[in-house]
């Protein structure tokens, strides 16, 4: 009895991470399909399932083009960090990056940063999708400043580093970024297909058969 209370309780609290993370949850380990993924990418992946970056605050840098399955790699990753009893929290860089303005305007910047060191990684989804503003990203750089060797950050981008400073609007901000990032870190590179072209042209071989 006392085991299936301990598994009652672990089973909450996994589910209790999985909401406050606001992963995308679809995007599991199980769904993805990893034959897609190049070997190196397949045991990156399986290499981070364990957690130990985590304790070193190492950061996990994806990059790829459009529909090759950044966010899905990043969701299924931390869907398993949480069932492991680890903290993840999710945002959209966009909104990320809007949070952090609207905190900044209330003087409130000081306190979002501490809410934000009470998870063990932060995942940023699509840097580099939506050109921001200068002000937009010295909040994002003052973020990952705020993070660095104390927490760990998994990013997404379908930018390599030689188009960053398109982002970040300065090369020295730029530079000091990419220190930042890569001091500590795992790079993954989904050199593939889109999932999402392959899907469409499927479906299009599908309807001209029948």
């Given at each position: 009895?006392?085991?299936?209370?301990?598994?009652?309780?672990?089973?909450?609290?996994?589910?209790?991470?999985?909401?406050?993370?606001?992963?995308?949850?679809?995007?599991?380990?199980?769904?993805?399909?990893?034959?897609?993924?190049?070997p190196?990418?397949?045991?990156?992946?399986?290499?981070?399932?364990?957690?130990?970056?985590?304790?070193r605050?190492?950061?996990?840098?994806?990059?790829?083009?459009?529909?090759?399955?950044?966010?899905?790699?990043?969701?299924?990753?931390?869907?398993?960090?949480?069932?492991?009893?680890?903290?993840?929290?999710?945002?959209?860089?966009?909104?990320?990056v809007?949070?952090?303005?609207?905190?900044?305007?209330?003087?409130?910047?000081?306190?979002?940063?501490?809410?934000?060191?009470?998870?063990?990684?932060?995942?940023?989804?699509?840097?580099g999708?939506?050109?921001?503003?200068?002000?937009?990203?010295?909040?994002?750089?003052?973020?990952?400043?705020?993070?660095?060797?104390?927490?760990?950050?998994?990013?997404?981008?379908?930018?390599?580093?030689?188009?960053?400073?398109?982002?970040?609007?300065?090369?020295?901000?730029?530079?000091?970024?990419?220190?930042?990032?890569?001091?500590?870190?795992?790079?993954?590179?989904?050199?593939?297909?889109?999932?999402?072209?392959?899907?469409?042209?499927?479906?299009?071989?599908?309807?001209?058969?029948?």
């Open positions: 009895m006392a085991e299936r209370e301990c598994q009652a309780r672990r089973g909450r609290r996994v589910e209790r991470l999985l909401r406050e993370s606001r992963l995308p949850l679809a995007k599991t380990l199980e769904a993805m399909d990893l034959k897609r993924l190049p190196k990418v397949v045991q990156q992946v399986r290499a981070l399932l364990d957690g130990t970056f985590l304790d605050c190492e950061n996990v840098l994806v990059f790829g083009n459009p529909g090759s399955g950044k966010t899905h790699v990043l969701s299924a990753i931390s869907q398993e960090l949480i069932r492991s009893g680890r903290r993840v929290y999710f945002r959209d860089c966009g909104l990320m809007q949070d952090l303005l609207a905190a900044k305007r209330d003087l409130k910047l000081s306190r979002l940063f501490k809410t934000l060191s009470r998870y063990e990684v932060l995942v940023l989804d699509d840097l999708y939506v050109q921001q503003s200068r002000e937009e990203m010295e909040v994002l750089f003052s973020l990952l400043a705020e993070r660095y060797e104390r927490g760990s950050v998994m990013l997404s981008s379908n930018l390599a580093f030689s188009g960053w400073e398109s982002i970040f609007k300065d090369a020295m901000m730029t530079a000091a970024a990419i220190d930042r990032l890569v001091h500590h870190c795992v790079i993954v590179e989904l050199n593939v297909p889109s999932y999402r072209a392959e899907q469409a042209k499927k479906a299009r071989q599908t309807t001209a058969t029948a």
